[in-house]
């Protein structure tokens, strides 16, 4: 296994610390950050999430497409919406699903970027 390298002395540079300090989150900014990120650590949600950069769909087409039933789906959007990284709109007795904005497309871009480079 390989070791990560380590410095080997002990001082510290407080000029860097400085610099560094006023840029770092909050606590709770940090945690809702973390959060954010860790709904897409799923699968079944990034997969949505793309389905939904493409065209707005409601649950039955996305359960259709995914192959998972109308309740799994459901679940899932959910937990998208409390994090407002999907909207909806009503249509009679449909309800269509979207994403909510641009910065949501933005973030599954970066993410394709990295892992393709």
Known sequence: MDRLPVCECESVHPDVLDAVAPQLL???????LAALFKLFGDG?????????????LCVCD???????TKSAISHQLKALRLSNLVK??????NVYYSLADEHVEKILDLGLDHLRE
């Open 62 to 68: 996305l359960a259709a497409l995914l192959s998972m």
């Open 26 to 32: 909050c606590g709770d900014e940090a945690i809702d």
């Open 88 to 93: 909806f709109r009503r249509e009679g007795q």
């Open 44 to 56: 079944t949600r990034v997969r949505i999430l793309q389905a939904l950069r493409v065209h707005e």
